[in-house]
């Protein structure tokens, strides 16, 4: 009788390596493709619940660069138990003292709350809003895109515990779909990301340009765990 020689532990490792299932890490970020909604719809839909807030914000080597606004909002009628949280970015016309116009690439803030769909424009339900036509709050009317500059895309991060931050990123600056930074004397689209979490904290806005952030502006935002909600 023949007799197979016992495997030796290099076999064994290949052998399990070989029958083992590929196995691919499930994504933690959520792409989030906004709609658009006038401003007289929005204003139709949801109240304020607070003041506006205007931040300003300072790249090194740069006079004051420009301003964060931010606002939450109730939902009314139909959209009673949602608030929305509006952001809008400002870039003043000023330079750094190589010469360099200031811009802003991405900003990104703490955001406790997972995005959700809510069916407020004429299209399909989506958890973010571009809103055109004039005025929210009292956050100034930003044009209507795409005049107005849009983020590239905008990224949710849920955070790694319920009651951990998730966060939001803007992304301005984006070569392969040819979109250029907030430029100098540019004033965004007005967003509205629109969520199902009322408690608001002021987080610290991170904007990021080859001049590193001298000065941290803050914006309203989503906070802690609402009570016995754990996909709010």
């Known amino acids: 009788m023949r007799t197979r020689p016992a495997p030796t532990l290099a076999s064994t490792m290949i052998a399990l390596t070989l029958a083992a299932p590929s196995v691919r890490a499930s994504s933690m970020v959520d792409s989030i493709t906004p709609g658009t909604l006038t401003a007289a719809q929005f204003n139709a839909d949801f109240t304020a619940m607070n003041n506006a807030m205007s931040n300003s914000f300072t790249l090194l080597n740069t006079p004051t660069t420009g301003t964060v606004e931010s606002q939450a ?82 990224a949710f991060v849920p955070g790694a515990s319920p009651s951990g931050n998730g966060s939001l990123t803007l992304q301005y600056l984006d070569p392969i779909a040819g979109a250029g930074p907030l430029g100098p004397g540019s004033t965004s689209a007005t967003l509205v990301v629109i969520t199902k979490n009322s408690r608001i904290g002021t987080p610290f806005v991170s904007i990021e340009n080859a001049d590193p952030q001298n000065g941290y502006p803050r914006a309203y935002a989503p906070i802690g765990e609402m009570p016995g909600c754990s996909k709010c």
Do not use: E
Request: hydrophobic share 40%; no cysteine.
């Open 73 to 154: 909002f109730r939902g009314v009628g139909q959209f009673l138990g949602l608030t929305a949280f509006a952001y809008q970015f400002h870039v003043n016309n000023v330079i750094d003292n190589t010469g360099q116009p200031a811009s802003v690439n991405s900003a990104a803030l703490a955001f406790n709350a997972t995005p959700f769909p809510a069916n407020l424009g004429s299209g399909p339900a989506a958890p973010a809003y571009l809103v055109t036509g004039g005025q929210i709050g009292g956050i100034g009317a930003s044009g209507s895109p795409p005049g107005a500059p849009m983020p590239s895309s905008i």
